[in-house]
């Protein structure tokens, strides 16, 4: 195992809100000189999912994305709380952005989502035996839901039409284990 190469000398909360802590530190960066790290602490974990039936059709949700102001197509994805169990937190969102439920969850995937500046981790999971029902979209979401074949999903990733980070790996990942 490696060591830690950086020295925190000082932290300084900057901003806080109920997702996320931005935090300045003074730091010894691994030369030993002193100088100046930002991190964005986030509250929540992210979790995204890959939805697969038995045709080896997937759910895509489309949203604008207030922080890019433009138009994202995405994996199903949401927060869940670092205290409570990221998969049942996985449950409840894709049942709340696309009304589906799935019988078998697979953990196919643990990432940090942006290392450099945040502690963010997001955890990735394929759900199959689906079944559906309604959706129970958040006040501050306005989603737009698509059922395609996951060739076509995976298509999407390769053309650029899918760019968020979490979605593009989940895909990628899910595409391998499946056999793409």
Known sequence: MESNPWKTLKEEKIYENPWIRVENHQVLNPAGKEGIYGKVHFKNRALAIVPIDENHDTWLVGQYRYTLDEYSWEIPMGGGKIDQDHLESAKRELKE??????????????????????????????????????????????????????????????????????SVAGILKAARILGY
């Open 97 to 166: 952005e696309t009304g589906i439920t799935a019988g078998k969850w697979t953990e196919i995937m643990k990432i940090h989502t942006s290392n450099s500046v945040t502690d963010e981790v997001g955890y990735i999971y394929l759900a199959e035996e689906l079944s559906f029902g309604a959706t129970e979209f958040d006040e501050t979401e306005v989603l737009k839901i698509v059922k395609l074949p996951f060739q076509e999903a995976l298509e999407w990733v390769m053309a650029g039409k899918i760019t968020d980070s979490i």
